[in-house]
């Protein structure tokens, strides 16, 4: 009896390797990641975008990264129309010992936005907030670093939910009077693990009590909560795995925010194999363009509003810096990708049901490129804008 259903588990796991097998050949793609500049991008259709507002997500690191100054370098991308631009407040540059908080950088930005005349999207943080390496909790707040594979709950980190919700209150209280500011966004993919990097998680206890203070400091403007879509079947069986007892960010924010935020990367680099890359390429076929309807229904049907927070116009390869190769394009994210992500975003809008917002993200790329002599990012941006 025991050999028999050890038999029979070896063949049920190896027939579910199969069944596995054949959507993650059809879903990885061996490639050159440097690929010749070209001219494709500009005869490709573009969409029209109804009553979404087009925006993107300004980086401050990713500015220094590419040694970029972020004055000019907002100054460059806010003199294109956009309508709504998505910015950062940082735990740890905000408050950098105890008692202090300098919100000098982050006033400077808003004040440039509002000149130009868009809208913002501000994120609050506190723990986790976008742009690389996504965790911003200062060292003083956290006492020690957070174990690797735990919760991170308001009932065993007391103190760090004491410090996040006061930074909270203190921003909201601070920038609620500026009507540009037309929602907050409360943590960034909050309850999914912190990349590769970590394996810890905020509860979403956590994230509800900081969900509270917003609203009892705030209860006028909607808050935004973002999650990572899975687009091949490999990242989707991960996602579930790691989040499975509570929930991916997704589904946490469909359940407490008002506007539900996609990050949108059909895209990107897994592996360096010799000189090429394996990359996830599957967000475009069937069955996941079938899966990703029917979550974006699930969601709809919880009267919840849809957004892209972050919709992928940035290369995405194996390193943490996009390489920008002069004459080439990176595989993960050429011109027209950005122009083809946005297409394929905006067919799940509807005018019933609209996306409230698309945001690009790689902006501070873009400038990198056009400074760098190819201004072809820039110019696909430019005719989604302009023919949107």
Not at 170 to 184: G, H, K, P, Q
Not at 229 to 251: C, F, I, K, M
Request: charged fraction near 25%; glycine fraction near 8%; include cysteine.
């Amino acid at each position: 009896m025991r050999r028999s259903r050890a038999a029979q588990l070896a063949a049920g796991v190896a027939m579910a390797a199969g069944v596995l097998a054949v959507p993650l050949m059809l879903e990885t793609r061996l490639a050159k990641p440097e690929r010749e500049t070209d001219d494709s991008w500009q005869r490709l259709p573009i969409r029209p975008r109804g009553q979404t507002l087009l925006g993107f997500s300004f980086r401050p690191h990713q500015v220094k990264a590419f040694g970029l100054d972020a004055q000019a370098t907002l100054k460059a991308l806010l003199a294109h129309p956009f309508d709504l631009v998505r910015l950062p407040a940082y735990w740890n540059q905000i408050e950098t010992e105890p008692g202090r908080f300098d919100t000098g950088d982050l006033d400077r930005q808003l004040e440039a936005v509002e000149r130009a005349g868009k809208q913002v999207i501000l994120g609050l943080g506190a723990v986790k907030n976008f742009g690389y390496p996504e965790f911003f909790a200062p060292d003083h707040q956290l006492g020690g670093p957070l174990p690797e594979g735990s919760l991170v709950r308001a009932s065993t980190h007391a103190a760090l939910l004491a410090g996040a919700t006061s930074f909270i209150r203190r921003l909201v209280e601070r920038y609620r009077d500026r009507t540009s500011i037309v929602a907050w966004q409360l943590e960034h993919e909050a309850v999914d693990p912190l990349g590769v990097e970590h394996s810890w998680r905020l509860g979403v206890d956590f994230v509800q009590r900081e969900l509270d203070e917003i609203r009892e400091a705030d209860p006028s403007r909607p808050v935004m909560m973002n999650g990572f879509l899975p687009t091949s079947s490999l990242v989707r069986l991960s996602q579930w795995w790691r989040t499975r007892d509570q929930g991916d960010s997704l589904e946490v924010a469909s359940r407490l925010a008002d506007i539900v935020g996609i990050d949108y990367y059909p895209r990107h680099g897994l592996l360096a194999v010799g000189k090429r890359t394996l990359y996830l390429d599957s967000g475009r076929l069937a069955w996941q363009t079938a899966l990703t309807r029917n979550l974006l229904g699930d969601i709809r049907r919880k009267g919840k509003r849809l957004m892209v927070s972050e919709g992928q116009a940035e290369p995405w390869e194996v390193v943490t810096v996009p390489p920008s190769p002069e004459r080439h394009a990176m595989f993960s994210c050429r011109p027209g990708d950005a122009i083809r992500n946005y297409n394929t975003a905006m067919e799940w809008s509807a005018p019933e049901a609209p996306l409230y917002a698309y945001l690009f993200w790689g902006a501070e790329y873009w400038v990198l490129r056009d400074r760098s002599g190819d201004p072809t990012y820039m110019q696909a941006i430019s005719r989604i804008l302009a023919e949107a």
